[in-house]
């Protein structure tokens, strides 16, 4: 059933690519363990033991506190529509904002987006494919537009507020160090 490698295979990727979603889970030493779900195009694989993804700005933004006191990381996909399987990245990551020297760089790996809040650069140790058995069918349809819309409506001055006022804490109180002037 379950197998683990040292690092992600030609086929891993493919099946990384292949989908349409995958999901990001992270947790400090304390507080909420948070599993955010990610679509679009926001990932790429960019070497046996390296992928990166970009978040764009919502309502959240656990995984950068998260980061910022434990740094630890899980993707994960799960095949909806092809051969039962469930497949986990687990590492580390570094947070990088749009300040951060490397973030152009590597935003430019993405379609442009207004909200693009932060990348991350995860270091993979252990790939880990296990079954889906129980995983339902569906139906990819296609992407939400909605995200997109309201950071083009907010614009950069809009999405920098919304950011210093709805995305400098998590949950539990830690700082995101979305904004350098945050005093949390």
Same mark, same amino acid.
């Given at each position: 059933? +379950?197998?683990?490698?040292?690092?992600?295979? #030609?086929?891993?990727?493919?099946?990384?690519?292949?989908?349409?979603?995958?999901?990001? +889970?992270?947790? #400090?030493?304390?507080? %909420?363990?948070?599993?955010?779900?990610? +679509?679009?195009?926001?990932?790429?694989? &960019?070497?046996?033991?390296?992928?990166?993804?970009?978040?764009?700005?919502?309502?959240?933004?656990?995984?950068? +506190?998260?980061?910022?006191?434990?740094?630890?990381?899980?993707?994960?996909?799960?095949?909806?529509?092809?051969?039962?399987?469930?497949?986990?990245? !687990?590492?580390?990551?570094?947070?990088?904002?749009?300040?951060?020297?490397?973030? #152009?760089? &590597?935003?430019?790996?993405?379609? $442009?987006?207004?909200?693009?809040?932060?990348? !991350?650069?995860?270091?993979?140790?252990?790939?880990?494919?296990?079954?889906?058995?129980?995983?339902?069918?569906?139906?990819?349809?296609?992407? %939400?537009?909605?995200?997109?819309?309201? #950071? $083009?409506?907010?614009?950069? $001055?809009?999405?920098? /507020?919304?950011? %210093?006022? %709805?995305?400098? $804490?998590? &949950?539990?109180?830690?700082?995101?160090?979305?904004?350098? /002037? /945050?005093?949390?």
């Amino acid at each position: 059933m +379950g197998k683990q490698f040292d690092e992600i295979s #030609a086929a891993h990727q493919k099946f990384i690519e292949d989908q349409k979603i995958f999901f990001v +889970g992270s947790a #400090a030493e304390e507080g %909420r363990v948070n599993i955010s779900p990610k +679509g679009g195009d926001a990932l790429r694989v &960019l070497g046996p033991n390296r992928l990166v993804w970009r978040n764009l700005t919502g309502s959240g933004n656990e995984t950068a +506190g998260h980061l910022a006191r434990v740094n630890r990381m899980t993707v994960m996909w799960a095949s909806f529509d092809t051969r039962p399987i469930i497949l986990r990245c !687990y590492g580390t990551a570094r947070t990088l904002h749009p300040r951060d020297a490397e973030f #152009a760089e &590597l935003n430019a790996l993405f379609p $442009e987006h207004v909200g693009a809040r932060q990348i !991350y650069d995860v270091s993979v140790d252990l790939v880990q494919s296990s079954c889906g058995y129980s995983v339902p069918f569906f139906t990819y349809d296609s992407d %939400r537009d909605v995200l997109n819309k309201w #950071a $083009e409506d907010k614009g950069p $001055e809009g999405i920098e /507020d919304y950011w %210093r006022t %709805r995305n400098t $804490e998590t &949950l539990d109180g830690m700082p995101t160090h979305v904004v350098i /002037d /945050d005093d949390t």
